[in-house]
């Protein structure tokens, strides 16, 4: 049997699927009752309103599975205090997925890892995003990927014993995903100019690689066929603006 089985990925993009078809659903749940599941959820990327939507519809699913870190905490566009709201409001316990931001809360700034020392000079960066969620009652599992000894030695450190953040190591923290946010910004906005002979060099290399490579994404791929031969990938630095009329999913898709 599965312990856990999720439907993958909920969005706007695919709701109306899950939500106007019950036959899959009917279906696990006629597993569940068989004792081939034992829970039933789904991992969710939008917005608030939509996982209201969702949960309100399907009220048979027992839990969510969130991207939740102190970085995405007041993020409006992933609005991740909005939607632990939600399953608190339908009482479906959260399930914790990107808790260190795919590793982007490892390091912090020089000022705020030594604002977080002061507070807990025993604790990494990275045992403050177990903390943050450690905090929040409605938590029930963090997914953590560790990649070497080290991170598995400080995780078993962090989780031998609960010690959630006090309010004043919560503003802390916040105040740590602010200054992580405006360096990110700062270090956009500090890059340095490039010689024009430099830059043209560059792009026609870049179109000779272009030109002998027609049919693949050279670039990061977005998953779309489509888009990716239009956009050939998406491209380091590339600004890409997705534009659409309200309600055709323009959100969910970026």
């Given amino acids: 049997y599965f312990d856990f089985y999720l439907y993958h990925n909920v969005c706007e993009l695919n709701i109306d699927k ?88 490892v390091s ?15 604790d990494t960066t990275v045992s403050w995003c177990f903390r943050f969620l450690q905090g929040l009652p409605n938590v029930k599992m963090i997914l953590s990927g560790m990649s070497n000894m080290d991170q598995v030695r400080d995780n078993l450190g962090t989780y ?10 919560f503003a802390k923290i916040m105040e740590a995903a602010e200054q992580k946010i405006f360096a990110v910004a700062e270090g956009r906005e500090n890059k340095g100019f490039t010689h024009i002979r430099d830059a043209l060099v560059q792009v026609y290399d870049r179109l000779h690689l272009l030109a002998e490579n027609k049919t693949e994404a050279l670039g990061m791929p977005t998953g779309f066929s489509g888009l990716d031969r239009v956009l050939v990938g998406l491209g380091k630095s590339d600004l890409v603006l997705v534009g659409a009329r309200p309600g055709l999913g323009e959100t969910s898709f970026a």
């Avoid at 031998?160 to 004043?168: C, F, R, S």
């Fill in 160 to 169: 031998a014993a609960d010690k959630p953040l006090n309010k004043e190591e």
């Fill in 18 to 105: 899950y939500i106007e078809d019950d036959s899959l659903t009917e279906f696990l749940l006629r597993m569940k009752e068989e004792g081939k599941i034992r829970h039933l959820g789904f991992s969710f990327h939008d917005s608030a309103q939509v996982l209201d939507q969702m949960l309100t519809e399907l009220p048979d699913m027992e839990f969510v599975q969130l991207q939740f870190n102190y970085l995405d905490y007041e993020d409006p566009r992933v609005q991740s205090r909005l939607c632990y709201e939600v399953c608190q409001k339908h009482g479906k316990p959260v399930m914790v997925m990107e808790p260190v931001r795919g590793g982007k809360l």
């Fill in 108 to 122: 912090l700034s020089p000022a705020a890892t030594e604002k977080l020392r002061s507070a807990r000079p025993n």
